[in-house]
Protein backbone atom coordinates (compact mmCIF):
# COMPACT_ATOMS: atom_id res chain seq x y z
CA UNK A 1 0.00 0.00 0.00
CA UNK A 2 1.37 3.77 -0.70
CA UNK A 3 2.06 5.94 2.13
CA UNK A 4 0.58 9.54 2.17
CA UNK A 5 3.88 10.67 0.90
CA UNK A 6 4.16 8.55 -2.28
CA UNK A 7 0.75 9.79 -3.28
CA UNK A 8 1.47 13.30 -2.61
CA UNK A 9 5.05 12.68 -4.66
CA UNK A 10 2.26 10.71 -7.36
CA UNK A 11 0.46 13.65 -7.59
CA UNK A 12 2.95 16.20 -7.91
CA UNK A 13 4.42 13.84 -11.12
CA UNK A 14 1.22 13.60 -12.69
CA UNK A 15 0.63 17.62 -12.81
CA UNK A 16 3.88 17.37 -14.60
CA UNK A 17 3.04 14.58 -16.95
CA UNK A 18 -0.67 15.73 -17.98
CA UNK A 19 0.54 18.72 -20.85
CA UNK A 20 3.06 15.61 -22.19
CA UNK A 21 0.15 13.65 -22.70
CA UNK A 22 -2.23 16.43 -23.88
CA UNK A 23 0.48 17.43 -26.25
CA UNK A 24 0.53 13.22 -27.24
CA UNK A 25 -2.88 13.18 -27.42
CA UNK A 26 -3.04 16.49 -29.97
CA UNK A 27 0.31 15.25 -32.12
CA UNK A 28 -1.16 11.52 -32.39
CA UNK A 29 -4.00 13.31 -34.66
CA UNK A 30 -4.74 11.82 -37.94
CA UNK A 31 -7.67 13.79 -39.33
CA UNK A 32 -6.09 17.40 -39.11
CA UNK A 33 -2.86 18.83 -40.28
CA UNK A 34 -0.18 18.15 -37.42
CA UNK A 35 3.45 18.69 -38.62
CA UNK A 36 2.76 22.15 -38.20
CA UNK A 37 1.98 21.80 -34.67
CA UNK A 38 5.14 20.18 -33.55
CA UNK A 39 7.30 23.67 -32.89
CA UNK A 40 4.16 25.57 -31.50
CA UNK A 41 3.50 22.39 -28.58
CA UNK A 42 7.04 22.55 -27.42
CA UNK A 43 7.20 25.75 -26.96
CA UNK A 44 3.71 25.58 -24.99
CA UNK A 45 4.88 22.60 -23.54
CA UNK A 46 8.24 24.24 -22.03
CA UNK A 47 6.03 27.36 -20.65
CA UNK A 48 2.97 25.40 -19.21
CA UNK A 49 6.20 22.98 -17.58
CA UNK A 50 7.78 26.21 -16.34
CA UNK A 51 4.53 27.27 -14.11
CA UNK A 52 4.11 24.49 -12.64
CA UNK A 53 4.48 24.90 -9.06
CA UNK A 54 6.19 21.35 -7.12
CA UNK A 55 7.63 21.03 -4.01
CA UNK A 56 8.64 17.53 -3.61
CA UNK A 57 12.09 16.85 -4.87
CA UNK A 58 11.38 14.17 -6.82
CA UNK A 59 8.80 15.90 -8.93
CA UNK A 60 11.53 19.01 -9.09
CA UNK A 61 14.16 16.44 -10.82
CA UNK A 62 11.22 15.12 -13.12
CA UNK A 63 10.36 18.88 -14.36
CA UNK A 64 13.91 19.58 -14.88
CA UNK A 65 14.45 16.65 -16.78
CA UNK A 66 11.53 17.30 -19.52
CA UNK A 67 12.35 21.16 -19.45
CA UNK A 68 16.16 20.43 -20.61
CA UNK A 69 14.37 17.94 -22.86
CA UNK A 70 12.20 20.35 -24.58
CA UNK A 71 14.47 22.68 -24.61
CA UNK A 72 16.61 20.58 -26.37
CA UNK A 73 14.12 19.84 -28.77
CA UNK A 74 13.21 23.23 -29.34
CA UNK A 75 16.71 24.12 -30.11
CA UNK A 76 17.28 21.72 -32.77
CA UNK A 77 13.85 22.64 -34.69
CA UNK A 78 15.34 26.18 -34.79
CA UNK A 79 13.70 27.48 -31.95
CA UNK A 80 -9.37 17.91 -33.42
CA UNK A 81 -11.03 20.90 -32.98
CA UNK A 82 -12.99 23.31 -31.15
CA UNK A 83 -11.99 27.26 -31.67
CA UNK A 84 -10.50 28.98 -29.09
CA UNK A 85 -8.67 26.75 -26.12
CA UNK A 86 -8.71 23.04 -26.84
CA UNK A 87 -6.51 20.38 -25.26
CA UNK A 88 -7.02 21.23 -21.13
CA UNK A 89 -5.62 24.78 -22.03
CA UNK A 90 -2.36 23.42 -23.49
CA UNK A 91 -2.40 26.11 -26.26
CA UNK A 92 -3.38 28.82 -24.10
CA UNK A 93 0.31 29.98 -24.17
CA UNK A 94 0.16 30.14 -27.75
CA UNK A 95 -3.54 31.75 -27.64
CA UNK A 96 -1.74 34.49 -25.00
CA UNK A 97 0.92 35.13 -27.56
CA UNK A 98 -1.76 35.67 -30.19
CA UNK A 99 -3.25 38.01 -28.17
CA UNK A 100 -0.49 40.13 -27.83
CA UNK A 101 0.44 40.53 -31.30
CA UNK A 102 -3.09 41.86 -31.79
CA UNK A 103 -2.46 44.40 -29.27
CA UNK A 104 1.08 45.35 -30.61
CA UNK A 105 -0.52 45.51 -34.28
CA UNK A 106 -3.12 47.72 -33.39
CA UNK A 107 -0.90 50.65 -31.11
CA UNK A 108 1.93 50.78 -32.70
CA UNK A 109 3.05 50.89 -36.23
CA UNK A 110 5.60 47.86 -37.46
CA UNK A 111 9.25 49.45 -38.29
CA UNK A 112 10.56 48.81 -41.65
CA UNK A 113 12.53 45.85 -42.07
CA UNK A 114 14.44 44.13 -44.63
CA UNK A 115 12.45 41.04 -45.34
CA UNK A 116 10.40 40.15 -48.29
CA UNK A 117 7.31 41.87 -49.57
CA UNK A 118 5.23 38.83 -49.58
CA UNK A 119 6.41 37.62 -46.08
CA UNK A 120 5.99 40.89 -44.83
CA UNK A 121 2.37 41.01 -45.92
CA UNK A 122 2.07 37.34 -44.51
CA UNK A 123 3.02 37.92 -41.15
CA UNK A 124 0.77 41.35 -41.08
CA UNK A 125 -2.35 38.52 -41.49
CA UNK A 126 -4.43 37.91 -38.18
CA UNK A 127 -3.63 34.77 -36.89
CA UNK A 128 -6.54 32.26 -37.76
CA UNK A 129 -8.41 30.24 -34.91
CA UNK A 130 -6.94 27.18 -33.63
CA UNK A 131 -9.82 25.08 -35.08
CA UNK A 132 -9.63 26.34 -38.74
CA UNK A 133 -8.40 23.72 -41.48
CA UNK A 134 -4.96 25.24 -42.56
CA UNK A 135 -5.03 23.59 -45.42
CA UNK A 136 -8.64 25.20 -46.75
CA UNK A 137 -6.51 28.38 -45.96
CA UNK A 138 -4.16 28.38 -48.01
CA UNK A 139 -6.23 27.42 -50.55
CA UNK A 140 -8.14 30.56 -50.03
CA UNK A 141 -5.29 32.61 -49.91
CA UNK A 142 -2.30 30.63 -51.76
CA UNK A 143 -2.70 33.45 -54.39
CA UNK A 144 -1.77 36.19 -52.19
CA UNK A 145 1.33 34.38 -51.32
CA UNK A 146 2.60 32.19 -54.29
CA UNK A 147 5.89 31.78 -53.03
CA UNK A 148 4.98 31.06 -50.04
CA UNK A 149 2.60 28.34 -50.52
CA UNK A 150 5.10 26.61 -52.95
CA UNK A 151 7.25 26.53 -49.90
CA UNK A 152 4.67 25.31 -47.23
CA UNK A 153 2.74 22.92 -49.12
CA UNK A 154 5.35 19.80 -49.01
CA UNK A 155 5.54 20.08 -44.95
CA UNK A 156 1.65 20.55 -44.48
CA UNK A 157 1.41 16.45 -45.53
CA UNK A 158 3.63 15.32 -43.34
CA UNK A 159 2.51 14.12 -39.80
CA UNK A 160 4.21 14.59 -36.60
CA UNK A 161 4.06 11.13 -35.24
CA UNK A 162 3.88 7.80 -36.96
CA UNK A 163 0.79 7.18 -34.99
CA UNK A 164 -1.68 7.13 -37.86
CA UNK A 165 0.06 4.39 -39.42
CA UNK A 166 0.08 2.22 -36.73
CA UNK A 167 -3.60 2.79 -36.23
CA UNK A 168 -3.86 1.47 -39.95
CA UNK A 169 -1.77 -1.72 -39.37
CA UNK A 170 -3.51 -2.21 -36.49
CA UNK A 171 -7.01 -2.23 -38.97
CA UNK A 172 -5.54 -4.15 -41.61
CA UNK A 173 -4.58 -7.19 -38.62
CA UNK A 174 -8.24 -6.70 -37.53
CA UNK A 175 -9.57 -6.95 -41.41
CA UNK A 176 -7.54 -9.47 -42.24
CA UNK A 177 -7.48 -12.21 -39.90
CA UNK A 178 -6.93 -15.76 -40.45
CA UNK A 179 -10.28 -16.85 -41.75
CA UNK A 180 -10.37 -13.84 -44.20
CA UNK A 181 -6.83 -14.05 -45.23
CA UNK A 182 -7.79 -14.64 -48.99
CA UNK A 183 -8.23 -11.25 -49.43
CA UNK A 184 -7.10 -9.58 -51.83
CA UNK A 185 -5.13 -6.17 -52.09
CA UNK A 186 -8.01 -3.81 -54.07
CA UNK A 187 -10.85 -5.20 -51.79
CA UNK A 188 -8.64 -4.76 -48.32
CA UNK A 189 -8.00 -1.22 -49.63
CA UNK A 190 -11.82 -0.87 -49.91
CA UNK A 191 -12.32 -2.05 -46.72
CA UNK A 192 -9.78 0.01 -44.86
CA UNK A 193 -11.25 3.00 -46.28
CA UNK A 194 -14.90 2.28 -45.71
CA UNK A 195 -13.54 2.10 -41.68
CA UNK A 196 -11.82 5.15 -42.04
CA UNK A 197 -15.13 7.03 -43.05
CA UNK A 198 -17.55 8.78 -40.53
CA UNK A 199 -20.81 7.90 -39.48
CA UNK A 200 -21.87 11.49 -40.81
CA UNK A 201 -20.22 10.68 -44.09
CA UNK A 202 -22.29 8.01 -44.70
CA UNK A 203 -25.40 10.43 -45.24
CA UNK A 204 -27.94 8.27 -43.70
CA UNK A 205 -30.67 9.77 -41.98
Known amino acids: MLTADEIDIAKEML ?20 GSTVIPLINCLIKKTESIDLTHPTALTLKRAMLDNLNHSSSNQGSSDDDG ?12 LVTKKKAASQSSEQPE ?3 PTELK ?32 QPYLSVVATSVPSERLFSKVGNIMTEKRN ?6 LQQLLFL ?5 EDWHIE
Open 15 to 34: LVLKPMEVATRELCGQKYVT
Open 182 to 187: RLKGEK
Open 85 to 96: ERSDSLWSVHNE
Open 121 to 152: HYLNQPTIPLGDDILKYWDINGNMFPLLKKIV
Open 113 to 115: ERI
Open 195 to 199: SSLNF
